[in-house]
């Protein structure tokens, strides 16, 4: 039988992402979704969890996709009820209040999956696989994109919890911690906040592994035209570029892994194992790092944001 899921929040990322992927899943129905701001057509409407799970009490999976904000709340009140809990990335707004979910789930025997969507990018495994055999000599991440294009008019992600270029960015920080060996630290930020926004705007990040490899990252909200999402390793045995967010892989030029837009496919794909074993997957990694920035890092005031 199908899993009867709900979505909670039907934005922009809920219509061109999760529909999508739900509807093409036979693995799942759609049976309800709940904004307080947004219709979904054809499925019953709610504007709360709590409205949606009482009028709808076979549920028994809810996808989130609210901003990170108000996902706590959500989701807590879910696992409550004894339903499995999909979470968009950023699992949350604090580090404490996922590894509050994680506790929840584990005391029901219930699924939590915090997702990272780009690590599902069909050259992300084979640059890991590619690069475990090598020595990292260094990694330079550029990320850079248009917020207007990506975020048009939403306010919530220059307030905190909101994450600014660190809701693209924490992408870039899911696929550096899945494919280098180790563990990342952090050892030096710089964040660019516009003087009417509490989140940047702009970053500059240096990290390293206990293996001593030098990580620099560069993101920017800005970015006009062509988008950047680009991954360059130096290695002892060639130079592995990721492109296009994790869609290609190129070894010295050459491109070995030419992908298609299945993220999002893959994730549902592996919700339902983690329902039907009734198990979490919850990797903190990238969140550590983007908090850090945030508790570490040196803000620097540049002009306003205007929409």
Not at 47 to 63: F, G, H, K, M
Not at 77 to 93: D, F, I, N, S, T
Request: charged share 25%; aromatic share 8%; with cysteine.
């Amino acid at each position: 039988m199908p899993i009867r899921i709900a979505l909670v929040g039907v934005g922009k990322i809920a219509r061109d992402q999760h529909l999508p992927a739900l509807a093409a899943n036979p693995s799942y129905e759609l049976v309800a979704a709940a904004s307080p701001h947004h219709q979904l057509e054809g499925v019953p409407y709610f504007t709360s969890i709590e409205a949606l799970l009482s009028a709808t009490p076979d549920v028994e999976a809810v996808s989130i996709c609210t901003p990170p904000q108000v996902r706590y709340e959500i989701a807590r009140y879910a696992l409550e009820q004894g339903r499995h809990v999909m979470l968009e990335k950023p699992p949350g707004a604090t580090l404490n209040e996922v590894s509050a979910l994680v506790d929840l789930a584990r005391e029901r025997k219930i699924a939590l999956f915090a997702t990272w969507h780009a690590r599902e990018a069909d050259a992300v495994e084979p640059a890991r696989q590619w690069l475990a055999s090598r020595r990292i000599r260094s990694v330079t991440v550029i990320w850079k994109e248009d917020v207007r294009v990506w975020h048009p008019g939403q306010r919530w992600i220059w307030t905190a919890g909101g994450l600014g270029v660190f809701d693209p960015g924490i992408n870039a920080l899911s696929i550096v911690t899945r494919v280098l060996p180790g563990t990342l630290v952090l050892e030096d930020a710089e964040l660019e906040v516009p003087a009417n926004c509490e989140t940047p705007i702009a970053a500059t990040l240096r990290m390293k592994n206990e293996y001593g490899t030098p990580v620099r990252m560069e993101l920017d909200f800005r970015q006009t035209g062509p988008q950047t999402w680009d991954i360059d390793v130096e290695t002892d045995g060639g130079r592995l570029q990721l492109s296009r967010g994790g869609r290609f892989l190129r070894v010295d030029d050459e491109l070995v892994v030419d992908g298609h837009d299945n993220e999002y496919a893959n994730l549902y794909a592996h919700f339902a194992t983690l329902v039907r074993d009734r198990r979490s997957d919850v990797d903190l990694a990238p969140f550590r790092l983007v908090a850090d920035a945030f508790m570490c890092g040196r803000r620097v005031s540049v002009a306003p944001f205007v929409e």
